[in-house]
Antibody
């Protein structure tokens, strides 16, 4: 059974850096074809894809946020970390991590429950 | 790639069929011959869940009342007989070209 769980601060101040951790089980990021992605959803709005990392350390980013995002993996800990710099109130959203695979080109297959991050001073 | 869904809201009667359309701003046929169009369901207060991938493939555990069809730039999600648990927002998403993009969502509600 695949499970994912997002963790990190629920409240950040404008200009601060957000660091989110996705801890997963049921699959390994050392397995060929496997990936983990991040997607966010502002309250009451649609989904926005952010980034993903594959088993071979191939990384993809949303062009509109690329300068602010970094995605890394720790295979031994079954974790993926997303950092987003220079946070702004418009970044207030529920942030999800998801298991994916190269055979579906990054489509989220299984999702975590999400973590709500509020950006406010 | 911009994904446009219609309708944005769909009131349906229990037991009746429902249909949601999704149009992409360019063809979703990848150079490998596949079309990476998927459908997600988000029930109230829940994370999204994958229903359909590559136009018409049901994901693990998805009831067969859900079906997907289409080609090129026009795609459809059909529910053969709506059940109460189908209430929520449905999103189409494309993965043919990075970045992945999502439609604006269609809210399915019971009349």
């Amino acid at each position: 059974q695949i499970t994912l769980k997002e963790s990190g601060p629920t409240l950040v101040k404008p200009t601060q850096t957000l660091t989110l951790t996705c801890t997963f089980s049921g699959f390994s990021l050392s397995t060929s074809g496997v990936g983990v992605g991040w997607i966010r959803q502002p309250p009451g709005k649609a989904l926005e894809w952010l980034a993903l990392i594959y088993w071979d350390d191939d990384k993809r980013y949303s062009p509109s946020l690329k300068s602010r995002l970094t995605i890394t993996k720790d295979t031994s800990k079954n974790q993926v970390v997303l950092t987003m710099t220079n946070m702004d109130p418009v970044d207030t959203a529920t942030y999800y991590c998801a298991h994916t695979a190269s055979m579906v080109r990054g489509v989220p297959l299984s999702w975590g429950q999400g973590t709500l991050v509020t950006v406010s001073s | 790639i911009v994904m446009t869904q219609t309708p944005l809201s769909s009131p349906v009667t229990l037991g009746q069929p429902a249909s949601i359309s999704c149009r992409s701003s360019q063809s979703l046929v990848h150079s490998d011959g596949n079309t990476y169009l998927s459908w997600l369901q988000q029930r109230p207060g829940q994370p999204p869940r994958l229903l359909i991938y590559k136009i018409s493939n049901r994901f693990s555990g998805v009831p067969d009342r859900f079906s997907g069809s289409g080609a090129g730039t026009d795609f459809t999600l059909k529910i053969s007989r709506v059940e109460a648990e189908d209430v929520g927002v449905y999103y189409c998403t494309q993965a043919t070209q990075f970045p992945l993009t999502f439609g604006q969502g269609t809210k399915l509600e019971i009349k």
